[in-house]
């Protein structure tokens, strides 16, 4: 039992450290299981302490229990951004409707309970444009992509809004939002999920293509949806280091999304990244509305002229 346990450990050990490290497919799928090596090592720790606390399991179980920490903490950590001069409030509720989800009332409530500004919704089929026709009265600005498969989109508005649609092999959306005295961008994606070489490619030019619009404006940005990765991988933090990006859960934790029956015990896949001129007032995962994802709602203070 023990020797079983200690190579166990080992393994885990190196599988969580070298993976976050190394540009493939298979090791960007471990990566984002980050908590979860987290709690396996305290529990081994836990174990080996009771057991034997100077045995090299307890040092093992250790330094990968630190390790992983390292990287969950940052988010965390309050968030320092400089606070805008303006009180006004942008809000955002992103859900991914699932394009199987039967649950119309459920996802007709949380929209109606949480009133925001824009509505990201992915997932975005005929049916569901169908079931949220309603929606029209209400934003009058729009921008919608439907698809039969899991790969349709819309952006609803009642801040006026210039959007333009990219049509590839999945869609993407890049909207510029006029709000009273200035605008941002927002900028939809969902690449496919990168469970393959080829399809790990796509997302990684997803992201390439998301630093090259950030870097080539001075306008606030905010880059939303399912994007299908997780932020202990690697390309994940390249965009962030790159460019004037920074992760919306800085200091409210890790905030998995899917399974969303799972909850806290999930991954995150669906994000907010927002450049570093807004201050994230509020940011939260919200209940089960049928789907497999988890909606967020994120409410971000404008950002000063």
């Known amino acids: 039992m023990k020797k079983t346990l200690m190579v166990l450990t080992m393994t885990v050990l190196i599988i969580s ?4 490290f190394i540009d493939h497919w298979i090791a960007n799928l471990f990566a984002q299981f980050v908590p979860q090596y987290s709690f396996f090592f305290l529990l081994v720790l836990v174990y080996a302490l009771w057991k034997s606390p100077k045995s090299l399991l307890s040092l093992f179980s250790f330094t990968g229990l630190f390790f992983n920490l390292i990287a969950i903490l940052p988010l965390h950590l309050p968030n320092h951004t400089t606070e805008p001069a303006s009180n006004d409030r942008v809000e955002v509720l992103s859900i991914n409707l699932w394009s199987q989800n ?3 009332d459920a996802v007709r409530r949380l929209i109606k309970e949480y009133d925001a500004d824009i ?5 975005y089929t ?3 444009n169908k079931a949220l026709d309603y929606l029209d009265r209400e934003y009058a600005h729009q921008s919608k992509q439907m698809r039969s ?3 349709g989109m819309a952006i609803l508005s009642k801040f006026p809004m210039e959007a333009d649609i990219k049509l ?14 200035s605008s941002f961008h927002l900028l939809a994606r969902h690449p496919r999920p990168p469970l393959s070489p080829t399809n790990y490619q796509e997302q990684k030019e997803v992201f390439s293509h998301i630093k090259g619009l950030v870097n080539n404006t001075d306008q606030p940005v905010i880059v939303g949806g399912d994007l299908n990765a997780n932020s202990f991988s690697l390309h994940y933090n390249e965009l962030i280091q790159n ?3 920074m992760d919306s859960r800085k200091g409210f934790g890790l905030q998995p999304t ?13 994000h907010f990244l927002v450049t570093e001129d807004w201050k994230v007032a509020e940011r939260k995962v919200l209940e089960d509305i049928g789907s497999d994802h988890a909606p967020i709602f994120l409410q971000l203070k404008k950002p000063p002229l």
């Open 243 to 245: 460019t004037r990006l």
């Open 119 to 123: 509505l990201l919704l992915l997932e």
């Open 258 to 270: 899917w399974p969303a029956f799972l909850g806290p015990f999930g991954i995150t896949l669906d």
């Open 17 to 20: 450290i070298f993976i976050r």
């Open 102 to 104: 039967k649950e119309v």
């Open 168 to 181: 590839e092999e999945v869609p993407a959306i890049n909207a510029i939002i006029k709000l009273r005295s």
């Open 149 to 151: 498969d899991n790969f």
């Open 126 to 128: 005929p049916a569901w």
